[in-house]
């Protein structure tokens, strides 16, 4: 993940093979709402596009969903990578059918959703998204007090790098990501500079690299996400998140809110898109199910479509739901 207002305003080059479903990086992807998909709106055939976001937790959305869509509901599947906010411009043109993994964009919301009405929305995914800055467990045996942000500033030596700048790094992902980390580094007035590693699959090889030589680190970084159960990570403790406390972008002084994540169809998709409109509504399950998924994606290198038929095949009782 990342508010993916992060967000997630949300997933080493290894692990973005890996876990490609065959799509650009995040960071400095082309604006893919020029670049349809080749079945889109294809009359008489039956067809879907997913728009697939860079985090390896949507990744694991699309696998399943598509497998599914295919295996189960015989449609032919096309997937299109498209960052955080160019994918409900294309979601309310039509160059993809759905989004099934949004961290909360109310700016367009309420344009796509409640002005135009080219967006209808499509149900929770049923995960509960959270972005917090996180320190590695090991570290946090030797410093407990760390997990309070006001004494980052104290610790702010054993984080600086070379991109630091004298300052503490604060690890963020891909800069495509909309984050309030540079926000809240200055109105919290912390001795951090952030640095973005390119990508989710970029900052995965950091933490890796940082944990095995057991090294301090401070990262962005966000639940679900496969990542814990390899590197326990635990929370740095921000000013207390209220509703509203985050309105103005350049005020932010406060923790990220928990997000229920929702999925969006085309609205015109949503009244005539058959089979494939009522699966994708009722598509939903847990972090537990998404995790595992994630986990054979991007760690035991499993192509998506292998790993989602081997959820699908462990899992019947769960999307067996999603086709009635």
Not at 150 to 173: I, P, V
């Amino acid at each position: 993940m990342r508010t993916r207002t992060h967000i997630r305003t949300t997933v080493s080059v290894a692990v973005a093979a890996a876990s490609a479903l065959t799509l650009l990086t995040g960071c400095g992807a082309a604006d893919m709402t020029k670049q349809a998909s080749p079945f889109a709106n294809a009359r008489g055939s039956k067809t879907v596009t997913l728009s697939v976001q860079s985090w390896v937790g949507a990744q694991s959305n699309v696998a399943v969903a598509q497998y599914l869509l295919e295996h189960k509901l015989g449609y032919r599947v096309d997937t299109v990578q498209v960052d955080e906010v160019p994918a409900w411009d294309a979601l309310s043109q039509g160059r993809v059918d759905a989004i099934l993994e949004d961290w909360g964009h109310p700016d367009q919301e309420k344009r796509y959703v409640e002005d135009k009405k080219t967006i209808a929305p499509a149900g929770g995914l049923g995960v509960t998204g959270h972005i917090g800055w996180y320190v590695p467990t090991y570290l946090v045996k030797q410093h407990p007090d760390i997990t309070n942000w006001k004494n980052l500033n104290k610790y702010a030596s054993l984080f600086r790098t070379a991109e630091s700048g004298g300052k503490g790094q604060l690890m963020d992902g891909s800069p495509s990501y909309v984050t309030n980390d540079k926000a809240l580094v200055k109105n919290l007035k912390l001795d951090y500079q952030v640095v973005f590693a390119g990508s989710e699959a970029a900052q995965i090889t950091q933490i890796k690299q940082f944990a095995k030589e057991k090294k301090p680190f401070l990262s962005y970084w966000y639940a679900p996400q496969w990542l814990f159960e390899k590197v326990p990570m635990t929370e740095v403790k921000l000013p207390p998140y209220k509703e509203g406390c985050d309105a103005d972008p350049a005020k932010v002084a406060c923790a990220y809110p928990r997000t229920p994540l929702q999925k969006y169809l085309n609205a015109g998709f949503a009244k005539s898109g058959g089979k494939a409109a009522r699966f994708l509504k009722k598509f939903k399950w847990t972090t537990e199910d998404q995790n595992e998924v994630s986990l054979m994606i991007a760690e035991k290198k499993m192509k998506p479509a292998d790993a989602a038929k081997k959820w699908v095949d462990s899992h019947p009782s769960v999307w067996k739901k999603w086709l009635s």
